[in-house]
Structures are given as structure tokens and as C-alpha cells.
């Protein structure tokens, strides 16, 4: 048997054997080619309107900060001048943070700026899961099970602000351009499922792994199935659940904490807590929802670390969406405050299939002697 052979049957059966449980006869490994907060916008389902763009949110916090209208006026136009007026501007909106009579940097310490009192989703309808088992006022409505007490407040607290609407065939603005920045340089989130049968119901074990190897994708932009990836043995990202297949759709049945490494550009570890996932699953895609508790400063961290500059593109005002995660958290309550430290979130992915086997190579037979 050649060199090539030997390897390629090496190869094959590390691909069999990653992350599989004991008397498995079958897996699935997808790359995740699409990650996104999931929303379901509708008409009118923001009360007076989507929040303003960051333009005219600017004259709001200035406003909060005691100036008078026609000071917001004339601060307002040097920053549309540019240069050195535009600059001194930019700090004071930096700045607009108060302790005590100190100005201090709003996107670090964000509980000093005034609440803008941004618009939320007033909407009964939500993706998602029922992860504290009760139905209330702040719960929606699952469009496509009709399951009510679904509990999604980011959301809720996320769907008024523009570049964040969308639906499950059509992408928010803001998961386009940070997803698409991301799978360039960041390496790839692989998920393995393994079971007697995945054609059939019955029990499965989930696997979730980071891969040493970027998202392979071709000239459109969408995944390329059937490529190898490796996985990180790092076991910040490696975590199992207990599942099950029923009627094509894969669900975690013990939840559990996920954690994967993700990238600055959103933030550094994607965590949820009460992890829950529905997706359906066939040789061909992966494609659904995972959704629990994420802390509230994760998120934060990911809207406020690119400060003035990812406000101004895209975001409409950082410290505003602070207290908007604040008023809408609802997981995980500080032990001592009582305050909730979480918030309910849902995440859109979907996965190509693809071969995954363990980051230490294969030793190879030399063939430079022969």
C-alpha cells in the first residue's frame, strides 16, 4: 500500500473516532458558516418607530448632557465640518459620562451616562426557547413551534435599533458586516453530532469544537462542504451535550454551559448558560437556533469596545443599549443584589457538512529517502 493510501485511511478513521461516543455507528460534523443574534421584525412592532440613527441620537445626548438647543445646534454642525471642530465634539460624546462632576468615558463606564430611554420590541412574537418554564407578560410567542413563555430579551431590548432587524431569511446589517468580518481570520466553530442512527429518532451526543483552521469559503462567500478542519484540543471550546433527533430535529435534552472562543469584533468567549438548541439536521445542513442566558457585559463588551468609531457606523448609541440590557436582563440573579447579571438570548447558525479530526498530525511515513 502506497504512503498517500496509508494516510488517507489514517486520516478517515481519526474523522471516525473524534468526539465519539462509545458504540456510535454514525456522525455528522458541520462548519458553521452563519452566526447571528436571532430576530423576528415586523411591522409595527416598535412603538413611534425604529430608534433614530446615531446622527440624530447625537443631538439627544447632548441634550442629556444640560446643553440648550441651540448649543446642540452649533456642536452638531462643527461635527459635520470634520478636523479639529468635528474632534472636540467627538470628545464630548467620548466623554459623556458623569461621576460626581467629573466627565468620564461613557462606553467604559456606561451606567454614568443618562439613560436615553431607547425604544424596545413590543412584539409578541420571538425565536427561541422556554428556559425558565414560565409564561409571562415579558414572554413571547415562537413563530414557528406557536411554543408561548419563550424568553428571548435580547431581542426584545436589540429589535428597534435598525441595523439590528431582520428575519430567518433575511440578516440583520449589523451580524452581516461582523460575521462577515470574522470568518476571514477567526477560526471556525465546528459542531460534530454522533448516533446509532441520525436518519432515525432516538438519543445523540452534540459536540461543539473550535477548529485551528479559519472558515473555508469560495467566491460568493458561502462555506465549502466536504474540507477538513482540525480541532482545537484548547478545552475552553470543547463541550458535549446529551441530545436527541425527533422528526429531523436535533435538541439538546440535558442543558448545560456552552463556551467557544469567538473574536474582539463581537466578543472574545460566546457563553450561554441553560444551553438549548433546535435545528434540523440532514446530511446536507445544519440549521437552527441555540439560545440561553449570555451575560450582560459579554454582549456589552462587543458593542462598546470599537467606542466612538462603531458607534458612528452602526450601532446608534452604546451606553443607551447598556441600559436597555440592563432593563431587559432577566438570568442569573447576583447572589447578593438579587440583580440579574444575564439575559435570555437566541442565536441563528447554520453548518455545511465537513471531515473533523484532532489538531496533532498523523505521523507520515518519509518518503524523501525513497
Not at 161 to 167: D, L, M, N, P, Y
Not at 286 to 298: A, E, M, N
Not at 348 to 368: I, T
Request: net charge negative.
Amino acid at each position: 500500500m502506497s504512503v498517500w493510501n496509508k494516510t488517507a485511511l489514517v486520516i478517515a478513521a481519526m474523522a471516525i473516532a473524534v468526539g465519539h461516543p462509545a458504540g456510535a455507528t454514525e456522525t455528522r460534523s458541520y462548519v458553521i458558516e452563519w452566526f447571528s443574534q436571532a430576530s423576528y421584525s415586523q411591522d409595527g412592532d416598535c412603538p413611534g418607530g425604529v430608534n433614530p440613527p446615531t446622527r440624530r441620537q447625537y443631538f439627544e445626548s447632548l441634550s442629556l448632557l444640560g446643553k440648550s438647543p441651540g448649543e446642540v445646534e452649533s456642536l452638531m454642525e462643527k461635527y459635520a465640518e470634520g478636523g479639529m471642530p468635528s474632534a472636540n465634539v467627538k470628545n464630548t460624546l467620548r466623554m459623556r459620562g458623569r461621576i460626581g462632576e467629573n466627565a468620564v468615558n461613557g462606553f467604559v463606564h456606561p451606567w454614568t451616562v443618562a439613560d436615553p430611554k431607547l425604544t424596545s420590541v413590543a412584539g409578541d412574537y420571538a425565536y427561541g426557547f422556554n428556559l425558565d418554564g414560565k409564561s409571562t407578560e415579558a414572554s413571547f410567542v415562537d413563530p414557528q413551534t406557536q411554543e408561548a413563555g419563550i424568553d428571548n430579551q435580547l431581542f426584545r431590548a436589540m429589535g428597534c435599533i435598525e441595523q439590528f432587524r431582520g428575519s430567518f431569511e433575511h440578516r440583520p446589517t449589523f451580524w452581516a458586516f461582523i460575521w462577515g468580518s470574522m470568518k476571514e481570520t477567526t477560526p471556525a466553530w465546528l459542531v460534530s453530532v454522533s448516533g446509532e442512527d441520525l436518519d432515525a429518532d432516538g438519543p445523540v451526543t452534540i459536540t461543539f469544537d473550535r477548529a485551528v483552521e479559519r472558515l473555508f469559503f469560495g467566491p460568493t462567500g458561502a462555506a465549502v462542504s466536504d474540507m477538513t478542519y482540525r480541532a482545537d484540543p484548547d478545552p475552553r471550546s470543547h463541550h458535549v451535550f446529551d441530545g436527541r433527533i425527533e422528526n429531523g430535529i436535533l435538541s439538546i435534552t440535558k442543558p448545560g454551559e456552552l463556551r467557544l472562543l469567538l473574536d474582539t469584533l463581537s466578543f472574545p468567549e460566546f457563553v450561554l448558560s441553560n444551553t438549548h438548541m433546535r435545528m434540523a439536521i440532514s446530511p446536507e445542513k445544519l440549521d437552527g437556533f441555540v439560545g440561553g442566558y449570555q451575560p450582560v457585559w459579554d454582549y456589552y463588551f462587543g458593542i462598546a469596545q470599537g467606542g466612538l468609531a462603531y458607534e458612528g457606523m452602526i450601532i446608534n448609541d452604546a451606553p443607551g443599549i447598556y441600559h436597555l440590557l440592563r432593563r431587559h436582563a432577566d438570568g442569573n440573579p447576583d447572589p447578593e443584589t438579587g440583580e440579574f447579571t444575564s439575559i435570555s438570548a437566541v442565536y441563528h447558525l447554520e453548518g455545511v457538512p465537513v471531515f473533523v479530526v484532532p489538531a496533532e498530525a498523523p505521523e507520515y511515513e518519509n518518503v524523501s529517502s525513497r
